[in-house]
């Protein structure tokens, strides 16, 4: 059973930083590509950044490109959202993602929010 837990996630002044840390377990963490997404509510979950198994980042959504870092550490079966520069409308909750086949895995959500 592969279980994907968030942490992280806070309150944060405009401009601020953090970073979002994803714990996995249950899975060949080291072949698999790792996601970040978002969601907020009334709006469909919204792909953050992808890194494959070896640490290449696949892509950034154009709205964090440059602020966030998408990072793994297969040793410890962790991938990190570094967040720097957030802005109100990086409010959302948060979710660590994979996919293993025909099957998707999410966790449960770490939330993010971004206010005076």
């Known amino acids: 059973q592969v279980q994907l837990v968030e942490s992280g996630g806070g309150l944060v002044r405009p401009g601020g930083s953090l970073r979002l840390s994803c714990a996995a377990s249950?899975?060949?963490?080291?072949?698999?590509?790792m996601n970040w997404y978002r969601q907020t509510p009334g709006k469909e979950r919204e792909l953050v950044a992808a890194?494959?198994?070896?640490?290449?980042?696949?892509n950034y959504a154009d709205s964090v490109k440059v602020r966030f870092t998408i990072s793994r550490d297969n040793a410890k079966n962790a991938v990190y959202l570094q967040m720097n520069s957030l802005k109100p409308e990086d409010t959302a909750m948060y979710y660590c993602?994979?996919?293993?086949?025909?099957?998707?895995?999410w966790g449960q959500g770490t939330q993010v929010t971004v206010s005076p």
């Open positions: 993602n994979t996919k293993r086949g025909p099957y998707t895995y």
């Open positions: 249950g899975c060949t963490f080291s072949t698999s590509v």
């Open positions: 890194i494959n198994s070896v640490g290449y980042v696949i």
